[in-house]
């Protein structure tokens, strides 16, 4: 079992930044894809970015296009983490934002599709208000 503890959520004004982070203890993580997704209430959960599978070649990354140009994604293998850098914030990016993995075999981009991840964090609160 792959267990993902996300971090770094919190209020910010419009405008504002935060970072989150997903971390892992798993030892073999970067053979796993990582996913932001995001729940606002009465909405379902859609995905803001990922990223690939270090261990099949350069990471490759996937970014809404709601989010394009604000939020970064990216890994850092020797700290088992995953960070989601979001600048620019908008009343709109207000959610619970969830960290997902699941094992990448094939080469290539990270997943799209919310079935294909099989392990879930417990999700961290974004507020942005002013």
């Known amino acids: 079992q792959v267990e993902l503890v996300e971090s770094g959520g919190g209020s910010v004004q419009p405008g504002g930044s935060l970072t989150l982070s997903c971390k892992t203890s798993?030892?073999?993580?970067?053979?796993?894809?990582i996913g932001w997704f995001r729940q606002a209430p009465g909405k379902e959960r859609e995905e803001v970015a990922c990223i690939s599978s270090s261990a099949l070649g350069p990471d490759k990354i996937y970014s809404a296009d709601s989010v394009k140009d604000r939020f970064t994604i990216s890994r850092d293998n020797a700290k088992n983490t995953v960070n989601l850098h979001m600048d620019r914030l908008k009343p709109e990016d207000t959610a619970v934002y969830y960290c997902?993995?699941?094992?990448?075999?094939?080469?290539?981009?990270?997943?799209?599709?919310?079935?294909?991840?099989?392990?879930w964090g417990q999700g961290t609160q974004v507020t942005v208000s002013s």
């Open positions: 798993d030892f073999a993580f970067n053979t796993f894809a």
């Open positions: 997902a993995s699941y094992f990448q075999t094939l080469a290539g981009g990270c997943s799209d599709y919310i079935g294909t991840y099989d392990y």
